[in-house]
């Protein structure tokens, strides 16, 4: 499966963004998805994770009740909504596809095979 991340870009503090994850291929609705994100100078984190069925979400504790994955297997999109954004929120943003089990192996980049190019979201205070 290949994967294209949008939907990044500059925003003010405390506004939103929405990031769509595409997917090319027909297993798209297979695959556990992940959002990860890398700060300059910073190790690539987890961000939120969602089951193939869309069934099952995971957050990072620092987003909750901000962000929401969600996904659109009829479309072959995966979404990230963003609210509340603030200023630690910038980062690149990842998108990524796998068959991941588990509440601690959906938080590690390892386990998933697939990732897209990236999105670039910059929040400014």
């Known amino acids: 499966v290949q994967l294209q991340a949008s939907g990044g870009g500059l925003v003010q503090a405390g506004g939103s963004l929405r990031l769509s994850c595409a997917a090319s291929?027909?297993?798209?609705?297979?695959?556990?998805m992940g959002w990860f994100r890398q700060a300059p100078g910073k190790e690539r984190e987890f961000v939120a994770a969602?089951?193939?069925?869309?069934?099952?979400?995971y957050y990072r504790d620092s987003v909750k009740g901000r962000f929401t994955i969600s996904r659109d297997n009829a479309k072959n999109t995966l979404y990230l909504q963003m609210n509340s954004l603030k200023p630690e929120d910038t980062a690149v943003y990842y998108c990524a596809a796998g068959s991941v089990y588990g509440s601690s192996a959906v938080r590690s980049s390892y386990e998933y095979n697939y990732w897209g190019q990236g999105t670039l979201v910059t929040v400014s205070s």
């Open positions: 969602i089951s193939w069925s869309g069934g099952i979400t």
């Open positions: 291929g027909r297993t798209f609705s297979s695959y556990d």
